[in-house]
């Protein structure tokens, strides 16, 4: 028997933090648990929509906003629609995460800091974009040209330097509870 999550029951899990933070990769192993649960989910990564869907945005402050913009809606229609979605996403200003989890729904959004810290992010460096933000190659690099605003409150801190891929998708499935 299958059994999809009810439209009421889908929530967004919003991953946050440095590039090289561990946010695609926890996003992945998140999804492949749900799968196996049976549920309905969709991963939301930013550089695959910076790479269709929002190929036309910059680097610059409103750009960024609008890219947070866009993938909320995207989530708040997964979810209307019975889809867990995973936002994976640096997502770097706290006030387009707000507008962002108004527009999918307090209730239904759990922000998760994933907080590994910016030494460990520049020596995983898994796309190179450190090393070409140090040599001026690359700007408005969020963590090292580009502010990043940690979150005030997340449901949950995951520092990927600490925790185990496994360890993290049992804390992240912890906060799946059911929607008022």
């Not at 998140?30 to 036309?56: H, K, N």
């Not at 979810?79 to 200003?93: E, G, I, Q, Y």
């Not at 507008?99 to 020596?123: D, F, K, N, W």
Request: aromatic letters at 4%.
């Amino acid at each position: 028997m299958t059994c999809f999550s009810e439209p009421n029951t889908a929530i967004t899990w919003w991953l946050t933090g440095l590039p090289g933070a561990g946010k695609t990769t926890l996003a992945h192993a998140l999804a492949a648990a749900l799968r196996a649960q049976e549920e309905a989910v969709c991963i939301l990564d930013g550089d695959e929509l910076r790479s269709g869907l929002c190929q036309d945005l910059g680097f610059d402050e409103a750009s960024r906003a609008e890219n947070v913009r866009r993938a909320s809606e995207l989530a708040r229609l997964l979810n209307a629609n019975a889809v867990h979605a995973v936002v994976a996403m640096v997502s770097p200003a706290a006030a387009a995460r707000a507008a962002a989890y108004t527009t999918i729904g307090v209730e239904r959004c759990r922000e998760i800091h994933v907080s590994t810290p910016l030494q460990v992010c520049e020596m995983r460096d898994p796309k190179g974009l450190y090393a070409r933000a140090r040599a001026n190659a690359l700007a408005q690099m969020t963590g090292v040209h580009a502010a990043y605003e940690p979150p005030a409150s997340p449901a949950l801190n995951i520092d990927t330097s600490q925790t185990s891929i496994d360890e993290a998708v049992q804390r992240l499935l912890s906060i799946q509870s059911p929607l008022p």
